[in-house]
């Protein structure tokens, strides 16, 4: 499964919203009707870490300003007002198969 | 808490070997598949394989099958990735993470590990 995002890059401006798109080139959404889509934000320097898992669901501790939204082919990122903190690259993860696969990557940075 | 710390990362010449490991701690590691996932300096996420809670299966991504062997030890409560005739090409940052519990519905790698440093040249 190929995944695609975009923009590769993306400049925000503190307290404006932002989002990234994620396109699949096959239906990730599960016959459990689950999407097997996941996010994951990687700041400089740093590991990645999971921000959106199962294409909308936000594990404790991320805040709240970060959702994720979309089904099938068709995934978004949304980062409701953005801080200083939030540059970094940003990467979608199929999940679906045994075989996962992630998009290019969306370096976000501020203007 | 949950923890991942890989070590094993190396300098390494064209041809040679190495073998990664992952320990974990702060869970239940016999519960939960496990992966690497690598990442090639100033390039994005690249998964490499991942092994299920006890060892009976794995999958990895075609072009290292057969170089690359994944295996874990649950009474160690740790991960490896055995990575044999390396090109440069393998160079990267090496991660482990920590998949869902065998029982869960859900797929995805909810903790990640600080990574270990493979570089390969003469």
């Known amino acids: 499964i190929v995944m695609t995002q975009s923009p590769l890059s993306l400049p925000v401006t503190p307290g404006e919203p932002a989002s990234i798109s994620c396109r699949s080139n096959?239906?990730?959404?599960?016959?459990?009707?689950?999407?097997?889509l996941n996010w994951y934000m990687q700041k400089p320097g740093q590991s990645p870490q999971l921000l959106i898992y199962?294409?909308?669901h936000r594990p404790s501790g991320v805040p709240d300003r970060f959702s994720g939204g979309g089904s099938g082919t068709d995934f978004t990122l949304r980062i409701n007002r953005v801080e200083a903190e939030d540059v970094g690259v940003y990467y979608c993860m199929n999940s679906l198969k045994n075989v996962p696969t992630f998009g290019q990557g969306t370096k976000v940075e501020i203007k | 808490e949950v923890q991942l710390v890989e070590s094993g990362g190396a300098l390494v010449q064209p041809g040679g070997s190495l073998r990664l490991s992952c320990l974990a701690s702060g869970f239940t590691f016999s519960r939960h598949w496990m992966s690497w996932v690598r990442q090639a300096p100033g390039k994005g996420l690249e998964w490499m394989a991942t092994i299920n809670h006890d060892g009976s299966d794995n999958y990895s991504v075609d072009f290292v099958e057969g170089r690359f062997t994944i295996s874990r030890d649950n009474a160690q409560n740790s991960l490896y990735l055995q990575m044999n005739s390396l090109t440069v090409d393998d160079t990267a940052v090496y991660y482990c993470?920590?998949?869902?519990?065998?029982?869960?519905?859900?797929?995805?790698?909810?903790?990640w590990g600080q990574g270990t440093l493979v570089t390969v040249s003469s």
């Open positions: 199962m294409g909308s």
């Open positions: 993470a920590r998949g869902p519990d065998y029982g869960a519905w859900s797929d995805f790698l909810d903790y």
């Open positions: 096959q239906s990730l959404l599960h016959d459990n009707g689950h999407n097997y």
